[in-house]
């Protein structure tokens, strides 16, 4: 008898230090979760976050690949055209350059074949910012480091929440200074691409500036996401070149 007590004592021991790890797991994953729901991040909403981030990155790639593709073929940068359905030759992306049987047209299946996004109200569940429902095609803006200070041929598409914004620059390498998208003011002017360039772009209409916000963004970058907050404090555009020039 003697000798079975300490192997009981040590049985209870075993027990007593499983029961107090366990405790402390649920103790940490119960402070995780609260923390969480304070902060408003839940793993669905991290979820859809990323998912939104892969969506844009490859809506503006696949753009990026259908310009090139239409420029391998023989289209000139002054004959494409982005305009949209039902393609009836009026509209801000009108392009009179553009070939009539529309095999410049980067969104009819003669040309590129691209399926246009219009009017977003949601990307993956995260909000687009009202005016920018449907992505910008403009050659008003350039970027240093990028072309040859010529008008770059540039896709802008806005949106609400900064977490989104931030997600776009971990995955593209931009900085976010004290963990937040860098903040840009300056022109608000958007030309819609209608078959010519600004060149030289004005000094002023440079993106990877930041004019008047954060210095902390490398010039160079063909992608990034921006806090345009002296538009709105709650806009947050991403911009990506699609035709380096």
Do not use: K
């Not at 239409?70 to 940068?77: H, Q, V």
């Not at 806005?158 to 200074?177: A, H």
């Amino acid at each position: 008898m003697t000798l079975c007590r300490p192997f009981r004592h040590t049985q209870n021991g075993n027990v007593l230090f499983l029961i107090l790890i366990a405790v402390a797991l649920f103790a940490a994953l119960s402070f995780a979760i609260s923390s969480s729901l304070r902060s408003g991040d839940t793993n669905a909403s991290v979820e859809q976050r990323s998912a939104a981030a892969s969506q844009i990155l490859q809506y503006a790639s696949g753009l990026r690949s259908t310009i090139q593709r239409l420029i391998l073929s023989g289209c000139t940068e002054q004959q494409l055209s982005f305009e949209g359905p039902p393609f009836s030759g009026s509209g801000a992306y009108f392009n009179p350059n553009s070939p009539a049987n529309f095999s410049c047209h980067i969104f009819h299946n003669n040309g590129g074949g691209q399926s246009p996004w219009f009017y977003q109200t949601q990307i993956q569940g995260q909000n687009v910012f009202g005016s920018y429902r449907s992505p910008l095609y403009n050659v008003t803006w350039g970027v240093s480091r990028i072309g040859n200070n010529r008008g770059d041929l540039t896709m802008i598409l806005g949106m609400t929440d900064g977490n989104l914004c931030r997600e776009l620059n971990q995955r593209l390498g931009v900085n976010n200074p004290s963990g937040q998208p860098p903040h840009r003011n300056g022109s608000h002017i958007h030309t819609p691409f209608a078959g010519s360039f600004s060149d030289p772009y004005p000094s002023f209409f440079e993106w990877s500036s930041v004019s008047g916000g954060d210095t902390t963004l490398d010039p160079g970058h063909m992608e990034a996401c921006m806090n345009y907050f002296d538009r709105d404090a709650n806009l947050y555009v991403f911009y990506a070149v699609l035709l380096p020039r």
